[in-house]
């Protein structure tokens, strides 16, 4: 596998405070807010060569989502509605459902696998995630895989 590069979808509580940090001197410089890097990383508080160092390494998910295919799976309590609640989510942002399995619960849970394609009037596509995540009896939800 050499000379290939491996791509993680990662939250963002799991991530060094430093590339956290490149994200934000580069929103500071894409939004003209910072007219220099060196003026965005002191805002930033972090070195230049830091922000070199990272800053083609890490951007924020909903930025290369477009026109892409999302496969989720999410855990879920066996209740009346709220499969239609998580699907309200979704349609919400605007991204467009293109498959739904919902598994046999199990133990009053059950599994649901969803293909969702990102659209470019789809809202932020990290936001739609803890909107899924925050609804009463959903266990979690992740992302398996971005075409």
């Given amino acids: 596998m050499e000379g290939t590069t491996a791509y993680y979808v990662v939250k963002e509580k ?3 405070e ?13 939004t003209k ?3 220099s890097v060196q003026e965005a ?3 930033a508080g ?10 083609e390494d890490i ?8 026109g892409t295919t999302l496969n989720l799976a999410c855990q879920m309590d066996d209740e009346p509605g ?23 619960p199990i133990n009053g ?4 696998s969803l293909s969702v394609q990102i659209l470019p009037n789809t809202g932020d596509v990290s936001v739609m995630i803890q909107e899924m995540e925050k609804i009463s009896g959903v266990h979690n939800v992740k992302v398996l895989a971005r075409e």
């Fill in 14 to 16: 799991a991530l060094p």
């Fill in 18 to 30: 430093v590339l956290l940090k490149v994200v934000e001197v580069n929103r500071l410089l894409d």
């Fill in 33 to 35: 807010k910072a007219a």
């Fill in 41 to 43: 990383t002191d805002r």
């Fill in 46 to 55: 972090i070195s230049r060569s830091s922000y070199y160092k990272y800053k």
């Fill in 59 to 66: 951007f924020p998910f909903h930025d290369s989502a477009q």
């Fill in 82 to 104: 709220l499969l239609s609640d998580l699907l309200k989510v979704v349609a919400d942002f605007r991204a467009n459902i293109l498959t739904i399995h919902q598994a046999i």
């Fill in 109 to 112: 849970t059950a599994s649901l």
